[in-house]
């Protein structure tokens, strides 16, 4: 184990993202579900939207591109639809209000499906269809997000790194859920390898001349400068599908920003004409499917507990001990998470020490 890396007991970094919340203006209500969507993204493993994160929200709700006084107004519903304005609030409220109201439409109508407009960062895509399997429902939700990822045969940042995710529960102690960007990797992963001072693999991304990047620090700069891009999924060109994680963000973007007569592409950016923050403007869309429309609960669970079994008992390849199927990892991070507590490296330690001085948050004694 790392001698420089601190693992924090989840109850403590829990109350503390919480306090960050409160000490900035966000009422209790909302601190309560933005920090769980926050602790849930750590207690799964994906550093890359959990804590790391915090100081971030900090910056934006200084910046005033986030409001802490979420403001949710539906602009127009059916008994299976709604469009919601979301007025640059707290992504994470909106998010969290928004498929709760999915949710409600699927148990009286089979299906529902709510857009939504001028939203910001949500958290991980993937804590909102764990709601509706919660229930006992298929969920589904999609975001977009200021420009990152260039398209098949392009070098400029155009599309958000766009993330699909999928949740199904089954009869096993965990569901399936897929939470996935639509490019190689997204912005995250380089802020965790900026904090590593690690390189990104070659292939990732791409500056302006075509070639790979991977030194973090200047991606990150090069992101905001519309110099560096992602690669979608599949790389380069079309010989290894590039053009088919191309077409999947494209079909995010439409689905986070056409239903909803939301902003898209450089209208995401968050930055003015005159080089001024402004609100990012963006856009999520969420379904949930209610099971019991189609088939029992439990029959559902079985056949989708089948279909995952039989995945992951499928024939290895040489050398390999185990296949995953989606959600697995996450669910055994998340036991050891709750025994061992999550891990802090430094550079991440000192954004915590730095919000704690900046906010007064003398009542949390770190080890670091």
């Not at 891009?229 to 494209?250: D, Q």
Request: charged content about 20%; aromatic content about 10%.
């Amino acid at each position: 184990m790392n001698p420089a890396v601190w693992y924090i007991p989840v109850d403590t970094l829990r109350n503390f993202v919480k306090d960050v919340l409160l000490a900035v203006g966000v009422p209790n209500d909302d601190a309560e579900i933005c920090t769980d969507v926050i602790i849930t993204s750590d207690l799964r493993g994906i550093e890359s939207h959990g804590i790391g994160r915090l100081k971030y929200y900090y910056e934006r709700i200084k910046s005033g591109q986030h409001q802490v006084i979420t403001h949710v107004e539906v602009i127009r519903e059916s008994p299976t639809t709604a469009v919601i304005d979301g007025h640059h609030g707290m992504g994470m409220v909106v998010g969290y209000q928004s498929m709760q109201m999915a949710i409600e439409k699927a148990r009286k109508y089979g299906m529902g499906s709510v857009a939504v407009r001028n939203s910001t960062h949500f958290g991980i895509a993937g804590y909102y269809p764990l709601m509706a399997v919660k229930q006992g429902m298929i969920g589904m939700a999609f975001t977009n997000a200021r420009p990152a990822v260039a398209p098949t045969f392009g070098v400029q940042p155009m599309l958000g790194t766009n993330p699909i995710a999928f949740g199904a529960p089954t009869d096993e102690e965990f569901p399936f859920i897929y939470d996935a960007a639509t490019p190689i990797t997204q912005r995250g992963k380089i802020e965790v390898l900026a904090r590593l001072e690690k390189p990104a693999p070659e292939g990732w991304l791409i500056d302006q001349y075509n070639e790979y990047a991977i030194d973090p620090d200047k991606i990150l700069a090069g992101l905001s400068q519309g110099t560096c891009a992602f690669l979608p999924l599949g790389g380069k060109g079309e010989l290894m599908g590039g053009h088919k994680g191309y077409g999947l963000g494209t079909i995010v973007e439409i689905l986070s920003a056409a239903l909803q007569g939301g902003a898209f592409l450089y209208g995401l950016t968050g930055v003015g004409k005159d080089g001024t923050p402004q609100p990012f403007r963006v856009g999520h869309f969420f379904m949930a499917i209610d099971v019991e429309a189609f088939t029992s609960l439990e029959d559902f669970k079985r056949t989708t507990g089948n279909i995952l079994r039989e995945l992951r008992n499928s024939k290895k390849a040489p050398g390999q001990q185990r296949i995953y199927t989606a959600g697995e990892k996450e669910y055994e991070y998340e036991k050891a998470a709750y025994q061992k507590g999550i891990p802090l490296i430094p550079n991440l330690q000192k954004e915590i020490k730095y919000l704690q001085q900046e906010l007064g948050l003398k009542q949390y004694v770190f080890p670091f």
